[in-house]
């Protein structure tokens, strides 16, 4: 029987390191997975460092693979105001991407790149990267933003739907940072649903669970 090719992730880039500007410097040269070969650059997270809150989103839109950083675009824009409406300072928290690289299909025009979901496979691939966030940032309580990102922490069964707005009990392999972790949808949903009001609001109310 012919041996199966072992499967690569981020692991080997990875750099033994709790610094970010280091990690952020060994994840733009990372090709842990193929989605580097078409995305502009690696999108690593941002912001304070230690942090009591990691927001965890799915993957760079097209705004944030251009401009290479995490939450910068329309749902990025949402996202910063529910944060302040429940209390909570951007400045204050660390944001990033449980998928580092943009996944897109060219539109048939070809002018616009159209997001397509990450694989298991590809958020698998990723994940060192998120461990060495988590250990450079050190949260109390990391914010699920969507299936992708509770899939990435919690693994495929997570349900975000079953969970959203519970502050839980994170996965022992953290060791306690996080100790907590809080599931919510990601801010690109509210923009889809079709209440945008009400799907803002229910985001705002899961966020307030942070500052109980």
């Known amino acids: 029987m012919a041996a199966r090719t072992a499967r690569r992730d981020a692991a080997e880039f990875v750099p033994d ?6 990690l952020r410097s060994a994840a733009s040269r990372c090709q842990g997975c ?10 690593f997270g ?14 760079p839109g097209d705004k944030e693979d251009v401009e290479g950083a995490p939450f910068v675009g329309p749902a990025g824009r949402l996202l910063d105001r529910a944060l302040a409406e429940a ?14 690289h943009f996944k897109f299909t060219p539109s048939e025009r070809g002018k616009r790149r159209i997001h397509q979901k990450p694989s298991r496979g590809q958020i698998v691939a990723c994940r060192p990267w998120l461990l060495a966030e988590l250990d ?11 299936a992708t990102a509770a899939s990435s922490l919690m693994g495929p069964s997570f349900r975000v739907t079953a969970h959203r707005g519970e502050l839980l009990p994170a996965p022992e392999e953290f060791r306690g ?17 079709p209440d945008r009001d009400d799907a803002y609001r229910a985001v705002v109310a899961d966020l307030r669970a942070l500052s109980a």
């Open 136 to 146: 450079a940032v050190r949260p109390e309580v990391v914010v699920l933003l969507g």
């Open 87 to 100: 209390g909570l300072d951007r400045d204050e928290v660390y944001v990033t991407n449980a998928v580092k």
């Open 17 to 22: 390191s709790r610094s970010l500007s280091r």
């Open 177 to 193: 940072r996080p100790a907590r972790v809080l599931a919510t949808v990601h801010p690109s949903a509210v923009l889809r649903a």
């Open 34 to 43: 193929d989605l580097h070969r078409d995305a502009t650059q690696t999108v």
């Open 46 to 59: 941002a912001g304070r460092a230690p942090a009591r809150v990691l927001l965890l989103g799915e993957q």
